[in-house]
């Protein structure tokens, strides 16, 4: 079992920067691939970015793609999100996953089988 836990959302105007971080329980941590995915209001929740066990490979959505960073410190059982350039469109709760399987990473949500509740980023224009 694996429990995970944003935090370092919050309110930025267009433009900034925020750093999302996933803290997670549990000796198998450094065992999984993690992903960062997002709800906006009214829309369904989208892949953001996903990194394999080792950081070795990531993936990103191209609509973060030269504008977010997915890293983790699995000495820490942490996974980051560093956003930078904002956009009002970046708008969403965010939520870490954990996929307990052998991939590399996933882009689907139903791959991943623990998530964390979530942390709000907002940008204003």
């Known amino acids: 079992q694996v429990q995970l836990v944003e935090s370092g959302g919050g309110l930025v105007q267009a433009g900034g920067s925020l750093r999302l971080s996933c803290a997670a329980s549990?000796?198998?941590?450094?065992?999984?691939?993690m992903g960062w995915f997002r709800q906006a209001p009214g829309k369904e929740r989208e892949f953001v970015a996903a990194?394999?066990?080792?950081?070795?490979?990531?993936y990103y959505a191209d609509s973060v793609k030269g504008r977010f960073t997915i890293s983790r410190d699995n000495a820490k059982n942490t996974v980051y999100l560093q956003m930078n350039s904002l956009k009002p469109e970046d708008t969403a709760v965010y939520y870490c996953?954990?996929?307990?399987?052998?991939?590399?990473?996933?882009?689907?949500?139903?791959?991943?089988?623990?998530w964390g509740q979530g942390t709000q980023v907002t940008v204003s224009s």
């Open positions: 996953a954990a996929d307990s399987s052998s991939r590399s990473w996933g882009i689907e949500g139903r791959e991943y089988d623990y």
């Open positions: 990194i394999s066990w080792s950081g070795g490979s990531t």
């Open positions: 549990g000796r198998t941590f450094s065992s999984y691939a």
